[in-house]
């Protein structure tokens, strides 16, 4: 059994699909294949953090929380997907695949680790650095797929005005971490 | 013909490549430097500076999820 694995592992296919990264181009390639399946099947165009919103408000409706009256799930729109639950939800299942796919590919290119925590000041870093974006993607009404990769894909002048603001947000935040984080 | 490491291990992009670019700096001519990563951009983002900037790579895959990159400072 152990010499068809390692046969496996040397294998040239298993090697160009599951093992080695593809290029960006390949990469590209396929996230705007299936960003278009993802527009054509549930008419509305791929987004990841604006889920994370509403996964926070079922959490918090778990707790015996109530959210009716923020402005931000306000909307009749809003208050029925809340209504309707997580598994009627696609964005949870798009992002349900993210979460599986990414540990499927791991897994298959035999590169699954638990990496260990370094220190109390990365814990801090991780922490602000998830704060900061999953705060920023709301007030931007998305986040680097909402409002840049579909927005751009739709033509649409918003994504480029994101791209811009995204670089020098990305700029000024390396700077920060090389000077406060590392 | 010094040999430096870089722990990098548990760290996220972009931090094992400004490690790695602030160590390079420090190193003279010849010197090798082996980079410890567990992050797979980082195994396509430091070979690909450092190739950009002339040195010579090889990348080591040790453990499931873990290389060691090997830059030897060529200019």
């Known amino acids: 059994m152990k010499a068809f694995w390692d046969k496996v592992s040397k294998n040239h296919y298993y090697k160009m699909i599951f093992k080695n990264p593809f290029t960006y181009v390949t990469g590209a390639v396929l996230l705007s294949i299936f960003q278009i399946a993802i527009f054509a099947s549930t008419g509305s165009p791929w987004g990841v953090s604006g889920t994370f919103a509403n996964w926070g408000a079922w959490l918090y409706r778990l707790v015996g929380g109530n959210v009716d009256k923020w402005y931000y799930f306000s909307s009749e729109g809003a208050q029925a997907t809340l209504n309707n ?98 | 013909m010094a040999e430096f490491t870089v722990d990098c291990l548990g760290e996220a992009c972009p931090v094992p490549l400004m490690k790695v670019q602030k160590q390079m700096e420090k190193m003279a001519v010849g010197d090798v430097l082996i980079a410890q990563i567990d992050h797979s951009c980082a195994m396509k983002n430091i070979p690909e500076w450092a190739r950009n900037n002339g040195h010579n790579v090889e990348i080591e895959e040790v453990d499931d999820g873990e290389w060691e990159i090997v830059i030897e400072k060529t200019k």
Do not use: D, E, P
């Open chain 1, 85 to 182: 639950g997580i598994l009627n939800h696609t964005g949870s299942w798009l992002n349900f695949g993210i979460i599986a796919g990414a540990l499927v590919a791991v897994l298959l290119a035999s590169q699954f680790k638990f990496k260990k925590i370094k220190s109390l000041k990365q814990v801090v870093a991780a922490t602000l650095g998830g704060l900061l974006m999953g705060y920023g993607a709301r007030l931007a009404g998305g986040c680097n797929i909402g409002a840049l990769y579909s927005s751009i894909a739709s033509l649409s002048l918003s994504g480029w005005v994101f791209a811009v603001f995204l670089f020098i947000g990305a700029f000024f935040g390396s700077k920060l971490l090389a000077k406060y984080f590392m």
